[in-house]
């Protein structure tokens, strides 16, 4: 491996401190950029709490009371820039007020409730993104739908921008994938990102049949499955030595097809998803 990176080395014109130095860079900027999600998670909230009508100084206040360590109002500044969360002082047109309320984001209770106990598939899914860092010089994000019951991974996208679009192509997948059979208790669950409380996306949910849950703020647990599923995607898949966008999607592509058709679980009578489902189905 040592000889290997020396040779790429010479022949990209980097010295070999150089590389490991830019990699490093790749890793931070993932932690950064995921890090920088979950404060916003928390930023939004309180955001819509003031109904748009706070500013720097009151996140900092707010954000006081409720965290130990309280956020620099430096990285609140660049936060609510990044994530476009403006003071909003000015007294709005109540024409225009009434049809911005339509498009408002929207939580969604805890329908599932932690009840990862099912026998019926295609009753329960969740989904949700993770970041893929790299070599090809993008960050890259892959969006998963796992089915509850069988523990398959019936959708799934890889892209390198964050933009709706990653999740509408799951959902578009997820529907081939269902192909009209939509159970009618049918339900997806998800946190409380940007993506899902989005209301084109959630019009979507409702238009497929599908009745929409999230998990409580800042409760990962509550997506437990989804969270399983992504830690040994990134035990099992050396995604971080991918050197484009081609290659990572064909990692990310033999992996899915070894989860579902040929890696055996012992909590699914030693079977794989696939043999699972057939197994539910049948019994």
């Not at 999607?249 to 040929?262: F, Q, S």
Request: with cysteine; hydrophobic share 35%; aromatic share 10%.
């Amino acid at each position: 491996m040592k000889n290997s990176v020396d040779a790429l080395c010479l022949t990209a014109g980097v010295s070999r401190s150089g590389y490991y130095a830019w990699l490093k860079k790749i890793e931070q900027h993932a932690i950064r950029e995921e890090q920088d999600y979950r404060d916003y998670l928390l930023l939004k909230s309180i955001y819509d709490a003031h109904r748009g009508k706070i500013g720097y100084r009151n996140f900092y206040m707010a954000l006081a009371e409720l965290l130990e360590t309280p956020m620099n109002h430096k990285k609140i500044l660049r936060l609510m820039r990044k994530f476009n969360l403006f003071a909003n002082v000015r007294r709005a047109n109540p024409y225009k007020q009434l049809a911005k309320a339509t498009q408002e984001h929207t939580v969604c209770p805890n329908l599932l409730n932690r009840e990862f106990e099912q026998d019926e598939p295609g009753k329960v899914f969740v989904t949700d993104i993770t970041y893929l860092p790299n070599r090809s010089g993008k960050m890259a994000y892959l969006s998963c739908v796992k089915d509850v019951a069988s523990r398959e991974i019936v959708a799934y996208e890889v892209t390198t921008t964050l933009t709706m679009e990653i999740v509408y192509r799951t959902l578009k997948k997820l529907k081939d994938a269902l192909d009209g059979n939509v159970h009618p208790e049918a339900m997806i669950h998800s946190d409380q990102g940007f993506h899902y409380t989005h209301p084109e996306y959630q019009q979507r949910v409702k238009e497929m049949g599908l009745a929409q849950s999230m998990s409580r703020r800042g409760n990962c647990i509550d997506n437990a499955p989804m969270e399983s599923f992504f830690g040994h995607f990134k035990d099992e898949v050396d995604f971080k030595q991918a050197t484009s966008l081609a290659e990572l999607k064909g990692l990310v592509d033999d992996y899915m097809d070894h989860y579902n058709g040929t890696r055996k679980q012992w909590s699914l009578k030693k079977m794989t998803p696939a043999q699972y489902r057939s197994h539910l189905i049948a019994a």
